[in-house]
């Protein structure tokens, strides 16, 4: 009898010696209906957390549809594929609680809760063989070929009828740790919206149009049901890039991939899914080519004629899946090449692909025709005596010399990666690419026209690594330059702030900052991710540095280890007016009228992201009563020409 432990996310457990867990199979490998495949096997006596309760999942073999699991888990475990013809689908394992067993949190010696694919331990020939034979039956002979047996195809008969309606299962959701209470009231506000626009009452149109205007307030996506621009009969494009693993992509924008895919949501018969649409605009790294997958209805092994794309953390939510919401099974979805840009160069002289060893410290350089002094800004970062970072560089289409001085430094110095957009996507998101792409676990942004110490990294990472988990980020003062380097002064935010409440320390960096050298500051790169990072408007560093006070305290190394330079050709001393900044920050927004002022627009995004900050009711509320009050543009009119207004 499979007796439930009642696992919650984040709890510890051991899988049985494998010993034990065939003791619990019937004659065809199953426990419940759900087998223990072979690869498997190689997890056992190992340690993991609770990824997800797997009271619930989806079956894909009959129309698709939620069921009820009996007493089990998912752990951050996929199948490797190898005893089933190496199909590549890597489908997270199902474990039910009779293979597990509780450990203590602190016995679990600090290990890894992400696990990569494991491949079978063949050392128990004779336990591998029983299994072997139950997951593959061979063709004898039939041109059909061999008939495969997985979790997958044997789910319908693993699991129990679950109607969309039972109430039961999302009180388990919740209960579990699967889904906060936010997220599920996010899914019952849109399974309500989706179904009122689908009434058929006259209002579906109109209800698309007004979702998509209303939703860059609370940082969403377009629709996410839209179909295909391509009408029936007509053949969908094809773009082969190649995609090796290892390599980053930006998935493009809803709008362009919608112009690919027919109205009934296909690219040559691959299934573009709402699903999907949360991760366009997104840079992720390829995990790899799929070219052959298990037909869940039929078990048969089905070669694809065009590969195609996984992302590495890129996973179905179910957060727009009708009748199947907060399903935890995080399918992988399949993504064309054509939905996709590279943004790493296939080969490189400098093997400026994924290193195998994460660095401490990501240097992120966003650029745009900056050739004028990008020479210096590249040959004080390589100079640092902290060695161990890498640097990556974000070509926003430029014009000018930019992309061959990136390409002869990076051939001389392998800790660089350069990327180039094929077209000017704006500061922001040139900025955010970089965090998408970041591996170290300390991340810095470097200004193309800036020079740096020597010691800038050394002295940041020692006072970071110093700090205690609530300091978020280190930052120096600036010794200003001007175009030919000369010194003019030594300036400094006093934006130190020990403060434990996070409005206070939200507070200073809005009343105190004027040059905001804490925006190259050295932050933790998980802490980073948290945020919203950089919005699509001027200002929006402001915002962005507001909403990390919330969630740590800046500490300032009282020395001047930027030389910040101040020049003509700086970006917003070159753009003055309100439309050719907005146009500097989203190009798309260009020639187009605002709906809310600036002031008005930093106002709503401090208040929003005050009220979606990681913190307690009680602190968002006080952070969002500071974004009322505080006046919004204080400082900015003498930040855009990087100069103080007392100086004339």
């Given at each position: 009898m499979n007796q439930a432990l009642g696992l919650k996310v984040?709890?510890?457990?051991?899988?049985?010696?494998?010993?034990?867990?065939?003791?619990?199979?019937?004659?065809?490998?199953?426990?419940?209906?759900?087998?223990?495949?072979?690869?498997?096997?190689?997890?056992?006596?190992?340690?993991?957390?609770?990824?997800?309760?797997?009271?619930?999942?989806?079956?894909?073999?009959?129309?698709v549809r939620g069921r009820r699991v009996h007493a089990a888990v998912h752990l951050s475990t996929r199948c490797s594929g190898d005893a089933h013809g190496g199909c590549q689908a890597a489908c997270l394992l199902f474990w039910k609680d009779a293979w597990l067993k509780r450990v203590d949190a602190a016995s679990s010696s600090g290990g890894p809760t992400t696990i990569k694919i494991h491949r079978a331990d063949s050392t128990d020939g004779q336990a591998e063989a029983r299994l072997q034979a139950c997951a593959k039956r061979a063709a004898n002979g039939s041109a059909e070929g061999d008939t495969y047996v997985c979790q997958a195809t044997r789910l319908p008969y693993a699991t129990s009828g679950l109607r969309w309606w039972d109430i039961r299962q999302y009180i388990d959701d919740y209960k579990s740790g699967n889904a906060s209470l936010r997220r599920m009231l996010s899914g019952l506000v849109y399974s309500w919206y989706f179904n009122l626009k689908n009434a058929g009452i006259g209002v579906g149109r109109p209800m698309e149009l007004i979702y998509d205007l209303l939703h860059p307030i609370w940082g969403g996506t377009l629709f996410p049901r839209k179909v295909g621009t391509i009408t029936p009969g007509h053949a969908t494009p094809i773009e082969e890039l190649n995609l090796q693993p290892g390599e980053y992509v930006r998935v493009k924008p809803h709008r362009e991939i919608l112009k690919t895919i027919t109205d009934n949501s296909r690219n040559r018969g691959l299934w573009w899914d709402a699903e999907m649409v949360p991760y366009c605009g997104g840079t992720y790294r390829v995990l790899r080519r799929v070219s052959k997958i298990i037909d869940e209805k039929t078990g048969k092994m089905q070669e694809m004629k065009t590969p195609c794309i996984i992302l590495d953390g890129v996973?179905?939510?179910?957060?727009?899946?009708?009748?199947?919401?907060?399903?935890?099974?995080?399918?992988?979805?399949?993504?064309r090449e054509i939905w996709l840009e590279r943004l790493t160069p296939r080969?490189?002289?400098n093997a400026s692909t994924v290193m195998s060893k994460a660095p401490t410290v990501t240097l992120g350089l966003p650029v745009r025709n900056g050739a004028r002094y990008f020479r210096r800004a590249l040959s004080s970062l390589l100079s640092q005596s902290f060695q161990d970072f890498e640097l990556l560089i974000s070509d926003n289409a430029s014009t000018d010399e930019t992309?061959?001085?990136?390409?002869?430094?990076?051939?001389?110095d392998s800790r660089i990666v350069y990327a180039r957009n094929a077209q000017d996507v704006g500061i922001s998101e040139n900025h955010n690419l970089l965090v998408g792409r970041a591996r170290g676990r300390y991340f810095k942004w470097a200004a193309h026209d800036d020079e740096y110490a020597p010691t800038m990294l050394e002295r940041c990472?020692?006072?970071?690594?110093?700090?205690?988990?609530?300091?978020v980020m280190v930052y120096s003062q600036y010794e200003l330059i001007d175009h030919a380097g000369r010194v003019i002064g030594i300036v400094s935010d006093p934006v130190d702030s020990r403060s434990k409440l996070p409005c206070i320390r939200m507070g200073s960096v809005l009343v105190h900052s004027t040059f905001y050298n804490f925006t190259y500051g050295l932050v933790r790169t998980e802490v980073l991710r948290r945020t919203r990072l950089y919005g699509l408007y001027p200002t929006a560093d402001r915002v962005l540095f507001a909403e990390l006070a919330m969630l740590g305290e800046f500490r300032e190394v009282r020395e001047p280890l930027i030389r910040y330079r101040i020049h003509p050709e700086t970006s917003m001393r070159a753009r003055r007016s309100p439309q050719e900044r907005r146009a500097l920050f989203n190009p798309a927004a260009a020639g187009k009228r605002p709906l809310l002022s600036e002031e008005r627009r930093v106002h709503l995004e401090l208040i929003l992201r005050s009220l979606k900050c990681q913190q307690r009711l009680r602190d968002r509320l006080l952070c969002v009563a500071v974004a009322l009050t505080v006046p919004p543009f204080r400082p900015l009119q003498d930040r855009w020409t990087k100069r103080p207004a007392a100086w004339g």
């Open positions: 984040g709890d510890w457990v051991e899988v049985r010696p494998k010993e034990e867990i065939l003791a619990t199979l019937d004659a065809n490998g199953e426990l419940e209906g759900m087998p223990f495949m072979p690869e498997m096997l190689a997890y056992c006596g190992q340690r993991f957390q609770v990824y997800k309760s797997a009271h619930k999942t989806c079956d894909t073999v009959f129309p996973v179905c939510q179910s957060r727009y899946s009708t009748c199947r919401y907060f399903c935890p099974r995080s399918i992988y979805p399949y993504w080969t490189s002289d992309e061959s001085i990136c390409k002869e430094f990076a051939s001389r990472v020692a006072a970071l690594d110093a700090a205690p988990a609530s300091v």
